[in-house]
Nanobody
């Protein structure tokens, strides 16, 4: 079984910063892309940032320049640091990863349960 657990959410004031963490555990052969998604209240879940196994990174435009995604391949974790937070950053943040549990079979995408972030005015 593979499990993704996010942490680091909470209430933050406008202009503040936070660091979200996601730990992957279970039977893991390899992890390819790791991602953070955000689901704002009443809206669809949107991709925020992606990091590949080789370290290629991409950000959604609204967080570009004030966010940093990083991963630790040795410990199977991925972090997202966000600065200059504004109320539009409020939502549930989900960790997502493409994981192979066996070298003979293709991987699939796994999701965490999410961590809630509220940016107060």
């Amino acid at each position: 079984q593979v499990r993704l657990v996010e942490s680091g959410g909470g209430v933050v004031q406008t202009g503040g910063s936070l660091r979200l963490s996601c730990a992957v555990s279970g039977t893991i052969f390899s992890i390819d892309r790791m991602r953070w998604y955000r689901q704002a209240p009443g809206k669809q879940r949107d991709l925020v940032a992606t990091v590949t196994k080789g370290g290629f990174i991409n950000y959604e435009d609204s967080v570009k320049g004030r966010s940093t995604i990083s991963r630790d391949n040795a410990n199977n974790t991925v972090d997202l640091r966000m600065e200059s937070l504004n109320p539009e950053d409020t939502g549930i943040y989900y960790c997502n990863a493409d994981i192979r549990t066996d070298k003979y079979y293709p991987g699939k995408t796994y999701w965490g349960q999410g961590t809630r972030v509220t940016v107060s005015t």
